[in-house]
């Protein structure tokens, strides 16, 4: 009896749903276009763009570099992966380690010069310890005097006096077995779809202490990749001539098919010539070739990392409030040179931007068209990047009452001073690629469409063009708009259209789990008809009531954190931003530069953590908050 009403209603329906089946054949595509028009229903029908950012680190070492060896980092390249995937490990010092959320891909960039070398060193390798340097610096480790040990190697090393016995490089047994077991590592965490194990190292070339370090990705698997052997900077084999390490990324990819890019990073440590202008450290006069092979090469720069933020100087820029972060600007990567301000210009993003300008015009080819990453620089097997959850730089770094008070770097000779509260816990790499695989991730860094943060994991979309409008604001994915009518960060702004001035879509969404956000800015490089470069920096969305003073600035939007608990409130700031800009002050015969950043409300840094949790009183000159941010990839205009 239950079921007979709906027998009942069955029995009613079958006549109009036997005429329906009969109808069906008659769906003319004259009668769909006018029931659905040109598009499908679903917006996301043939979607060919990325939908998520995935996060990671392209620079990060393990135990299998010298450096990091020495300081005791015991973790190898499978720790690193396993670490990234979300694992809980146990650290170096014995500490357990776990993120708070997975990464989403990770680069192990061991240092190609002697990779493999201080393993060998630990475990008393007799050929090793019959060198004099070999026996010092064994005894040294033995005796609990790593760092001091560590302290004189990476001198040696940087100012090109390491002794040759102690040298491992290409060609030797012990060599080639550390890239074989960095290889292998990457290939058996590598989980495509779910985590991206890329293959990489870094080439760590020094000219006397100025740091001109790169970090090589590989696109391709194992059976590329262990064709070669990593290129170094000691002779004879290898040169710290930027020049020579891209003639070693054209014969790889002659040789093998696959393909490679290069990150430089840390061009606040490279006293000057990092991005040079007229002539190269060498002295060589910066040509075409230059510009061409440098561009084609160097797709990415890390901005943020451990060492200090490199966007901007509040001495290039001093009409930029948020300038002065995280700033590193002492000496070089030994401290073995003082720092002068006439080094700055060719050591951070933003002039060199706007120098990639006057060298387009004048050579034919920008060799600083550069997209921007972040990452780590950690030495200890560790991508923990978190301000609540910091492992530090270096092993000597890692979670311990003293490591707020004690020196990162101290030369008396050249007046060169870096406290270890002065290191940053930065940052990270976000990449739109469509997949999560080594060749998705790679295209994705090549064509640029990335974002450099300090740790934090907010989302950012940003895309220029000549038709976006006010409208493009109001929707909830403006991905749609901006892949329809723009181009997305790291590409050059489409032939000119409809618009008398470009114009920019960026929106902002907070890390799930961190701070609201304070305000985006769109930053503006420009070259005008007399070659004079030029900057602006342009509030164009931000939280709250605020309004702009009359000097044009919006007003901070204050603090919630808590020093003594090393907490914080989300109750100002907002969660998500997004906005339509117009270029103001537009020029259609003047060569242009855009990127935004984006910039969280205060948090606690890691120092506030560590003083709370270790009941400490930290340094009275200690930074004990942080405003989060993150860098586009820039857009460029071209008359």
Known sequence: ??????LLFLATCLPLLSALAQDAGSLTPEKAARAHGKREYSPYVDRKYPTRPLFGDTHLHTGMSMDAGVWGASLMP???????????????????AKLSRPLDFLVVTDHSDNMGWVTDLFAGKPELLADEYGKKWYGMIQEGKANEAALEMIGLFSQGKFPQAQLYAPGTPGYRHAWEETVAAAEEYNDPGRFTAMIGYEWTSLV???????????????????????????????????????????????????????????????????????????????????AEQRARWERLYEVCQTKGDGEAHPYLSPND???????????????????????????????????????????????????????????????????????????TQEPSPQRMFEAFMNNPKSGVKIMDWEVCAAGYAAVWAEENTRASIWDAMHRRETYATTGT?????????????QGDAHTRNPAIAGYTKGVPMGADMPKRSGGTSPSFLVAALKDPIGANLDRIQIVKGWMDADEELHEKVFDVAWSGD????????????????????????????????????????????????????????????????????????????????????????????TP
């Open 78 to 96: 499978a720790d690193a992966y396993r670490f990234a995937r979300g694992q809980q490990v146990r650290s170096s010092t014995g500490l357990q």
């Open 1 to 6: 009896m239950k079921r007979f009403p709906q």
């Open 321 to 395: 409030e948020f300038a002065d972060f995280e700033t590193w600007d002492k000496g070089n990567l030994d401290a073995s040179q003082a720092k002068t301000k006439e080094m700055l210009e060719f050591e951070y993003v933003r002039p060199a931007l706007k120098n990639g300008l006057k060298l387009a015009a004048k050579l034919g080819t920008n060799p600083y068209k550069f997209g921007l990453v972040g990452s780590s620089d950690a030495h200890t097997g560790l991508a923990a990047m978190e301000e609540e959850s910091f492992f530090g730089k270096t092993v």
């Open 546 to 637: 605020r309004k702009r003073g009359d000097d044009g600035k919006l007003p901070p939007v204050g603090s919630t954190v808590d020093l003594e608990n090393a907490t914080w409130t989300n109750t100002i700031g907002a969660p998500e931003l997004i906005a339509v800009w117009k270029d103001p002050d537009f020029d259609p015969s003047q060569r242009a530069f855009y990127y935004a950043r984006v910039i969280e409300i205060p948090t606690p840094r890691w120092t506030a953590y560590d003083a709370k949790r270790f009941g400490l009183k930290p340094p009275p000159d200690a930074r004990m908050t942080i405003a989060e941010r993150a860098y586009t990839s820039p857009i460029w205009y």
């Open 457 to 469: 994991r907010l989302v950012v979309r940003f895309f220029g063009g000549w038709e976006f409008d």
């Open 208 to 290: 006397k202490g100025a740091n001109m370090h790169r970090n090589v990705l590989f696109r391709d698997n194992a059976d590329r990749a262990l064709q070669v052997l990593p290129f170094t900077i000691m002779p004879p084999q290898g040169s710290p001539n930027p020049i020579d390490l891209w003639k070693w990324m054209a014969a790889y990819e002659e040789k093998t098919g696959g393909r490679v890019l290069a990150i430089p990073h840390n061009g606040n440590l490279s006293n000057g010539i990092m991005f040079p202008v007229e002539r190269a450290y060498t002295g060589k006069q910066i040509d075409q070739n230059y």
